[in-house]
């Protein structure tokens, strides 16, 4: 029999690669004659440098930068391609991950850290630069990262804006054309949202980065007022783009300024992973991450493996921390068995989760060995 393992990364808890080595190491305990396809994925999310980093070679390059709340820490991006490319993960420098909860408000932060990472990278002479979008604590635009790499933006009475998140206050913007031309930038989302609206930036994303209801407008009324000093600049709506409510707004405005191509990052994942060649032929695909709901369904990396999954006619398996019953119908399309593992409260369940993963596999393990010998 023939297993694929192929977990997401379980926020604030596990990666993807430690989740699939404990899912792989339980089950090849307690099943025998069985073969297991280590495949660890990421849609462009946290966890998405370690990801890149196991399927394709280059030097990890380390540089000391800020974190949203201004502490000092040591960010990386991989070079590859002999030096000609460059993979940045934005929340490795801009997330979510960085600020503690008490502190989490997207109002207070930028993203200029991240562009300076990218302005690194530049400096070394890479050519192509593949950012990962996922996990922001920055609902932005992408102003900061446009500051660090030039981009002027300005008040009312003419004065340049810097730090902390101005976009409500921008009332002119400055920059060279053709900014970066000679750079081709690739952006990695995990959502398909545009950039404003109930399904936007703001409203969908925001309230998980710490903003309260009139946060969410007031980031709403900044990200407009952004786009529409954009369009006057560029003649460009980044309002129409899919995807570019990613990242706070950020994917739109690359694309805008930067001339970005926005990609699927599970799709991006998948062929560098060779993920259609190693499914063939299986009988069981494993998956899982923090939680399944109608984000999921999305595009998320666990929906788009169990899609797969389903086409070549897998059994597919999430094993999740906890699944929305409200979305569940929706889900049970795509997904043959839903092991959720969550313990009393989503604390626990986060501290104790290489725990709770190893009970659960043990117990799928039974569930695979009782349908072999039915079958």
């Known amino acids: 029999m023939k297993i694929i393992v192929s977990p997401n990364s379980y926020k604030e808890s596990l990666s993807s690669i430690d989740a699939a080595n404990i899912i792989i190491s339980v089950l ?7 073969q297991f396809i280590d495949l660890p994925i990421a849609d462009g999310g946290d966890g998405s440098f370690d ?15 800020l974190s949203p709340t201004g502490e000092k820490i040591n960010s990386k991006y991989l070079l590859f391609d002999n030096g000609k490319a460059a ?8 997330g979510l991950k960085l600020v503690k909860k008490d502190f989490r408000n997207p109002l207070m932060y930028n993203s200029y850290s991240t562009g300076e990472i990218i302005l690194s990278a530049i400096k070394k002479g890479v050519k192509k630069i593949i950012l990962a979008l996922g996990g922001s ?3 932005d635009g992408g102003i900061g990262i446009l500051s660090a790499l030039g981009v002027k933006f300005l008040n009312k009475d003419g004065n340049v804006l810097k730090r902390k ?32 609206g109930k399904n936007g930036a703001s409203y969908v994303f925001s309230k998980q980065k710490g903003a309260t209801k009139p946060q969410m407008d007031e980031l709403e009324n900044g990200l407009l007022n952004l786009s529409n000093i954009t369009k006057q600049k560029t003649k460009l709506n980044p309002e129409m ?9 950020i994917a739109a405005f690359l694309k805008v300024f930067l001339n ?20 063939n032929n299986a009988n069981i695909l494993i998956t899982g991450e923090g939680s399944l709901d109608f984000q ?11 899609k797969k999954g389903k086409k070549k006619g897998l059994l597919t398996i999430a094993l999740v921390a906890s699944v929305d019953s409200n979305a569940y119908h929706e889900l049970n399309k795509f997904f043959d068995i839903i092991i959720p593992f969550r313990k009393k409260s989503t604390k626990y369940s986060i501290q104790n989760a290489k725990k709770l993963i190893k009970e659960e596999s043990k117990r799928l393990a039974e569930i695979i060995d009782l349908s072999e010998k039915i079958i």
């Open 260 to 279: 970005a191509k926005i990609y699927s990052g599970t799709d991006f994942f998948f062929k560098i992973m060779n993920f259609e060649k190693h499914i």
């Open 28 to 34: 090849k305990k307690n099943l025998n004659n069985s």
């Open 87 to 94: 993979f940045i993960e934005l929340s490795d420098s801009s």
């Open 241 to 249: 783009i899919v995807g570019g409510g990613s990242a706070g707004g």
């Open 137 to 139: 604590a920055t609902v």
């Open 296 to 306: 999921t369904l999305q595009g998320k990396a666990p929906f788009e493996v169990a």
């Open 51 to 65: 990801v890149f980093s196991k399927y394709v070679n280059g030097i990890t390059i380390t540089k000391k930068t």
């Open 165 to 196: 998140n101005f976009i409500n206050e921008i009332s002119k913007i400055e920059y060279k054309k053709n900014l970066f031309s000679n750079i081709e930038f690739t952006l990695l989302t995990d959502v398909k949202n545009k950039l404003l």
